[in-house]
């Protein structure tokens, strides 16, 4: 039987979100403060670029032709709190000024949505929080809430992956259930009946063991992504190649090969907030081999931006001052128009500060910055350019054909920073391909 959810937040977790719980055969209310946000999806329309969620969206959002008239968007608390039997909280929680999670939209979805609630309902947490906010809420809640039926907090963090939004909420590899009653799981267990019944796995877990969980995949992947990359250092300079080491690390079962692959480092709204939150709320609990283990994760992270800089510095023999500079990519990642935290933009912004002619092209994401110039094709980045560096690994990159632009540049010379170009066809066209961490004659 489908049940009545609200989403509160919808921007990327949010709207994908309140979509996969359409398509799950619920009823669903979104909620937002931003209006042209809430008008955008009333339309149809996605707020930000992600393969298959605007479809998603047109399938169910009420009164377009066709849809299944199970979603819509409003600005107003008073047509969710005693409508919805799950308020799941999707708002951002971004980076305060010490590192920790600014809990600033969590707290102002409690402190609006209480005061509304006169029924029992479960209030969920998808943002990515530091352990203690859960029970925290718990307690404002049950100072606020007007009605004597009980509003649990569960909590459900997310584990979308950007460019992968939709195919991780339809599909999750698992469901993180921290709850403090078997009538909130049972309940839970309701919501994500389809996925479940599909034999995704299901993690039942107290309040703080779910905050923890995401927190920790985050920091793990970002461990393994610096500990790659610092190898990628170590071969550089002992003359490896840590594309193979990587493939033979890779077959240790132990280990793995996915995200094992050297490169620009990690970037994005998420993983590096994630990471340093869990740094700080390790020290403020006193855990703090965690912490000084994140920091390093952290440092390794930022020194490849400044170490891929230092490289293009090096090859255009030691000054870049007015030197014609193209870059491939804005993104943090391909299939994303994300630039927060972006360790592309980083290397670019590094070289024009030092003085270099910094033209970037991205198939998606927006320069908008006043040091780089953005240009409107992979053509257009690379005219008269004296050095090419490939920052974000999107598909048209890999499929250049290196032959063609031969002409367009003033020097057939590419940074592959991302290790993904196949440089035996580069270099056979004619290019010098320099890939860090890759030995010139392997």
Not at 168 to 196: C, E, F, K, N, W
Not at 354 to 376: C, F, H, K, S, W
Not at 395 to 410: C, D, G, I, K, S
Request: aromatic fraction near 4%.
């Amino acid at each position: 039987m489908s049940l009545r959810i609200s989403v509160i937040g919808t921007n990327y977790l949010g709207a994908a979100h309140a979509a996969a719980m359409a398509e799950f055969g619920h009823r669903v209310i979104g909620v937002d403060v931003v209006a042209s946000r809430v008008a955008t999806l009333n339309a149809g329309r996605s707020p930000v670029f992600e393969d298959g969620l605007e479809p998603l969206l047109r399938k169910h959002v009420q009164g377009i032709a066709g849809s299944t008239d199970r979603l819509r968007f409003t600005t107003d608390y008073d047509e969710i709190a005693d409508w919805a039997d799950v308020h799941f909280i999707c708002v951002g929680t971004p980076q305060g000024d010490d590192g920790s999670a600014d809990l600033t939209e969590v707290r102002s979805v409690i402190e609006t949505l209480a005061p509304r609630l006169t029924t029992a309902a479960l209030v969920v947490g998808k943002s990515t929080v530091p352990v203690g906010t859960a029970r925290t809420l718990q307690q404002r809640l049950d100072a606020i809430v007007p009605s004597r039926e009980r509003v649990e907090v569960v909590w459900n963090p997310e584990f979308l992956r950007e460019a992968h939004a939709v195919a991780d909420s339809l599909r999750p590899d698992r469901i993180v259930l921290g709850a403090q009653s078997p009538a909130a799981i049972d309940l839970m267990r309701r919501v994500y009946a389809i996925p479940i019944s599909e034999d995704t796995p299901v993690i039942e877990c107290d309040l703080q063991t779910a905050e923890l969980i995401k927190a920790a995949a985050n920091s793990f992947l970002a461990t393994k992504i610096s500990f790659i990359n610092a190898m990628a250092r170590m071969c550089q300079a002992a003359g490896g190649d840590v594309a193979r080491l990587a493939d033979a690390l890779g077959h240790d079962r132990r280990i793995g090969r996915e995200y094992l692959n050297a490169g620009l480092g990690f970037g994005g709204g998420c993983l590096p907030k994630d990471v340093r939150a869990l740094a700080v709320r390790a020290a403020q609990l006193g855990v703090g081999e965690l912490s000084d283990l994140l920091g390093s994760v952290e440092a390794i992270n930022a020194g490849q931006r400044t170490a891929i800089a230092d490289l293009a510095v090096a090859e255009l023999g030691g000054d870049i001052r007015g030197r014609r500079v193209a870059v491939l990519g804005a993104a943090f990642k391909p299939g994303t128009d994300d630039t927060r935290d972006s360790p592309a933009l980083t290397v670019a912004r590094d070289l024009a500060a030092r003085g270099g002619d910094v033209r970037v092209y991205d198939p998606q994401a927006e320069v908008g910055d006043g040091l780089l110039y953005a240009a409107g094709s992979v053509r257009e980045a690379l005219a008269d350019a004296e050095l090419v560096l490939h920052l974000t690994e999107w598909e048209e990159f890999r499929q250049l054909e290196p032959a063609e632009y031969l002409a367009v540049v003033a020097n057939p010379l590419i940074i592959d920073a991302r290790l993904k170009l196949d440089r035996h066809r580069w270099t056979a066209a004619g290019w010098k391909v320099v890939q860090p961490g890759r030995a010139a004659t392997l």
